[in-house]
């Protein structure tokens, strides 16, 4: 599923159109539009330039020349991808743009659960304004803000898009186990040291993830362990466990994360 790093990297791929007319809109499924036909997506884009994209949490967005702003959500399988026109297309290009020189915008998703939106500049501010702060930026004030009195597992609170920005299942794992905090931990009962901890390692993971534009599965990360038969952790060694939490799979290492 495509997190904060990975929408980085579609933001600079969408760089690559800043600046570019955009001749023609085809949408060869309108399954991912969201609240706009295909006749409405190519009437607002056709003729527009993009300006400079910019992100917040998992929403990119692409301000153009007028008033209109293509939203984009990935949902588990959505990417962005700039190619040659001559390019053969992909099964699931669902909407291309063509830029001139040659050049097309292509939205690629398999299973189609999020997609693109259409808005204008100020429903495109009140967008990312229902979200929590962006966790590229989070800074210890956020967090505290973010903990305090919340009743919830530490894990749900992480994944909370009205909490923090841009955070998904992997990437709450590895920050909890570098954290040491076990993913069932109310956030409220966390200690300043262990907020503390919290922070560091989601500025950690974000910096390494955001430079290679997706959670990486180093051996040394708890992602480059979780998907083995008998995944161990990274650290101790200890064999880690995994069990729902907050609804979605979580792997963490007992030792390391003991129980709360």
Known sequence: MPELPDVEGYRRVLRGARGRTIR????????VLRGVS????ERGLRGRRFREPYRHGKWLLAPTDGEQVLAFHFGMTGALVLSRSDEPPHPYDRVVLA?????ELRYRDQRKLKGLRLEDRASARRLVARLGPDAADLTRQDLTAVLEHRR??????L???SAVAG??????DEILWRARVHPARRASDLTSAEGDRVLAGTRRVLRTAVRDGRVPPRRSWLTGRRDRVHPDCPRCATPLRHRAV????TYWCPHCQPEP
């Open 152 to 157: 919830a597992r530490i894990k749900a609170v």
């Open 99 to 103: 830029l001139g020189d040659d050049l």
């Open 38 to 41: 295909a006749a409405g997506l």
């Open 246 to 249: 907050a609804g979605r799979s």
């Open 159 to 161: 994944l909370d898009q």
């Open 167 to 172: 955070l998904g299942n992997l990437l709450a």
């Open 24 to 31: 023609s809109v085809t949408v060869r499924d309108a399954g």
